[in-house]
């Protein structure tokens, strides 16, 4: 799915830490990066454009996709997250494969403008 959107995936830093073993990895295409680390599971995913960046889980919330979302999907393998991923990019995530930076930046420009949205327990009871 990236390579076919002109992505290419390089491996970054790889290793044994503290909390075992560990991969960076990511995607780009011009100034457009997928970043991701892998530790026991596939943990932080971030887009890039430019030097704007948001998560996975801020981008599906302030997009309005969350709820609707396939990762994360805890306890799964390894495997699975990446499949989930895979699902979310097809389903939520065109305007960052496909689309204009600045359809991607509205959604980056929403959560910088209310960053604590979706933080504390206001957010769980749907009231800010």
């Keep these: 799915m990236m390579e076919a ?14 909390g075992g073993t560990f991969a960076v990895g990511q995607f ?3 100034d457009r ?3 991701f ?3 026991y599971g596939l943990g932080l ?8 960046r948001i998560t996975h889980e801020d981008f599906l919330r302030y ?18 997250s990446f499949a989930a991923l895979k699902q979310d990019l097809a389903n939520h995530f065109s305007v960052f494969l496909s689309g204009k930076d600045e359809e991607f930046l ?7 403008a ?3 949205k979706f933080k504390g327990l206001a957010a769980l009871g749907g009231r800010r």
């Design 63 to 80: 997009s309005g996709a969350w709820g609707n979302h396939a990762y994360p999907n805890f306890g799964g393998t390894i495997q699975a």
């Design 106 to 112: 509205a959604v980056v420009r929403d959560r910088d």
């Design 37 to 39: 680390s892998v530790r």
């Design 5 to 18: 959107n002109g992505f290419e995936f390089s491996l970054g830093e790889t290793g044994i830490g503290s």
């Design 114 to 116: 209310e960053p604590n």
């Design 45 to 52: 995913v971030e887009y890039k454009v430019g030097q704007s």
């Design 28 to 30: 780009q295409r011009d």
């Design 33 to 35: 990066i997928l970043a």
